[in-house]
């Protein structure tokens, strides 16, 4: 296993599969070294791209206001991707694609050791949680892994474009937010 530094700059340089062709900047993935929660998206969108940062554009102003719902900043939490590098047209992230990423985050996992993951969307579900996830009607539920209890909501952009999902997020926002007061000793 890779400390954060050594990590941080092998995937800043990789060439694993053809994203990096494209790609702007790597969007390692921000927040403190000791997140006890870590929230994982399946890409970079094309703000994430021109930034290096995670969930900058409109899904991340979105997503900073989900958040805001349940007093919870982003600054306390790890906020990363699956895959480091934006697909082109924002398209859902290819097997090989996810494959050739997999042991970048297997890597931070480790390293932060978080208590909660929240994957945002079915594809980071899938990968994450069971592949045959299904984010209808499992989102909210959770799941354990090797300690860490895991659940899936909807992506903050499909939420944009389909509203009327944003109760049923609203009601699996208050069960994050019920977990974290269950298992989480920093202050939230």
């Not at 970079?44 to 930034?51: R, V």
């Not at 694609?97 to 390293?111: H, P, T």
């Not at 045959?132 to 899936?152: C, N, P, S, Y």
Request: with cysteine.
């Amino acid at each position: 296993m890779m400390d954060w530094e050594e990590l941080r700059e092998t995937c800043l340089s990789c060439q694993k599969c053809p994203l990096w062709e494209t790609r702007t900047n790597v969007v390692f993935g921000e927040g403190p070294k000791d997140a006890e929660v870590m929230l994982i998206g399946e890409g970079p969108g094309e703000q994430e791209d021109l930034s290096g940062r995670p969930f900058v554009g409109r899904g991340g102003k979105f997503l900073d206001e989900m958040l805001a719902m349940i007093d919870l900043d982003r600054s306390k939490l790890f906020i990363g991707n699956m895959v480091k590098c934006r697909p082109p047209e924002n398209r859902d992230p290819l097997k090989a694609e996810q494959e050739a990423c997999i042991g970048y985050l297997r890597n931070q996992v480790a390293l932060l050791r978080p208590k909660i993951i929240v994957c945002l969307g079915r594809i980071a579900a899938m990968k994450l949680i069971k592949e045959d996830f299904k984010i209808t009607r499992e989102h909210g539920l959770w799941f354990e892994k090797a300690g860490v209890q895991m659940t899936a909501m909807f992506h903050p952009a499909a939420l944009l474009r389909d509203p009327r999902r944003r109760p049923e997020t609203y009601a699996d926002l208050k069960g994050l937010q019920a977990k974290i007061q269950e298992l989480c000793t920093h202050t939230y």
